[in-house]
């Protein structure tokens, strides 16, 4: 599976982003979808995931009510809209696969990764 993200970018505090990540290689609509940033010297940390069918959504504190991820299995891609973006959500975001369809918010549930795309948000 390869997977392919997108949409970072330069934005100031309280403007929006949409990031996708397209996965090619292997029928990605069959399993569990996340997001994860992680910050320079800082821990990946879980932001949201999404099953297959994209009925059931988990997301982190920190972005719930700002952030929503969506999936078009027919495109195979998984987005995240960002909405009232804050300095403090400045980081790379990776986008993971869990072939396991076990789901969980540690890096270590998910086995494929993409190359991460980088946020930046000014204050």
């Known amino acids: 599976v390869q997977l392919q993200a997108s949409g970072g970018g330069l934005v100031q505090a309280g403007d929006s982003l949409r990031l996708s990540c397209a996965a090619s290689g292997r029928t990605s609509s069959r399993y569990i979808m996340g997001w994860f940033c992680q910050a320079p010297g800082k821990e990946r940390n879980f932001v949201a995931d999404?099953?297959?069918?994209?009925?059931?959504?988990y997301y982190a504190d920190f972005v719930k009510g700002r952030f929503a991820i969506s999936r078009d299995n027919a495109k195979n891609t998984v987005y995240l809209q960002m909405n009232s973006l804050k300095p403090e959500d400045m980081a790379v975001y990776y986008c993971?696969?869990?072939?396991?369809?076990?789901?969980?918010?540690?890096?270590?549930?998910?086995?494929?990764w993409g190359q991460g795309t980088l946020v930046t948000v000014s204050s």
């Open positions: 999404i099953t297959w069918s994209g009925a059931i959504t």
């Open positions: 993971a696969l869990d072939s396991t369809n076990r789901g969980g918010s540690s890096p270590h549930d998910y086995d494929y």
